[in-house]
């Protein structure tokens, strides 16, 4: 089976901008979970979708959002960018075992 | 606050020595304990994962002790290799939300030829 995939990879905004990921889960997943990465906080949980529906949701604020489409591909969308934003967004499949399977990551960089 | 703590921050270990990373949490509804390992430009990978009903389990290399009353757990690896150079994250979750992974700081494992 084809592992998570992530587009784009790499990816530079300004502040103000806003910015939307992509994540498509390994065939048959139908959860997705994103999280943040960055080399202070290091890893921080966003949000889960399943079936379409968020699920949980970690401490961000509003700005950041997702949702979920029929097939599991996910999207991820911050809005208006802050210099903190800068981060390494990892999103991460599971089926119904507890095990979670993350792709490459999309690194985002706001100027 | 940091739900899980993970320790060392940075470790050196010499080819064929052990790995040992400490990981310790606080609350008692964590019911799921994976390590993962990430190489730089990559996503974290699954290593191996262990429930608190069992207080050791071993795959290949790799050993996941467990000390529930401690609230403690710690990774192995055994006849470390320099392959093994990455980062090791320890993670919880709870049963009610069993998606939503707590991380460790992670440690940088550096195993010298």
């Known amino acids: 089976k084809a592992g998570v995939t992530q587009t784009p990879r790499y990816l530079i905004k300004t502040r103000g901008q806003q910015v939307t990921l992509s994540c498509s889960p390994i065939?048959?997943?139908?959860?997705v979970s994103w999280y943040q990465q960055t080399p202070g906080q290091g890893l921080q949980f966003l949000f889960e979708?399943?079936?379409?529906?968020?699920?949980n949701k970690g401490n961000f604020p509003g700005r950041f959002s997702g949702r979920q489409f029929s097939n599991s591909r996910s999207e991820m969308n911050v809005s208006t960018l802050e210099l903190g934003d800068s981060a390494l967004y990892l999103c991460?499949?599971?089926?119904?075992?507890?095990?979670?399977?993350f792709g490459p990551g999309t690194r985002l960089t706001v100027l | 606050q940091q739900q899980v703590k993970q320790s060392p921050q940075s470790l050196i270990v010499q080819k064929g020595g052990i790995s040992i990373i400490n990981c310790a949490y606080e609350?008692?509804?964590?019911?799921?304990f994976p390590w993962y390992q990430q190489f730089p430009g990559k996503g974290p990978a699954l290593l191996i994962a262990?429930?608190?009903?069992?207080s050791e389990k071993k795959e290949g290399r790799f050993t996941i002790s467990f000390n529930k009353s401690a609230k403690q757990f710690s990774l192995h690896i055994m006849d470390s290799q320099p392959g093994d150079s990455a980062t090791y994250f320890c993670?919880?979750?709870?049963?009610?939300?069993?998606?939503?992974?707590?991380f460790g700081s992670g440690t940088k494992l550096n195993v010298k030829p």
């Open positions: 991460a499949s599971s089926d119904t075992g507890r095990g979670q399977y």
């Open positions: 065939s048959g997943h139908r959860s």
């Open positions: 979708y399943f079936s379409e529906t968020q699920r």
């Open positions: 609350n008692t509804a964590f019911d799921y």
């Open positions: 262990i429930r608190p009903d069992v």
């Open positions: 993670a919880a979750s709870k049963r009610e939300n069993f998606n939503k992974f707590y």
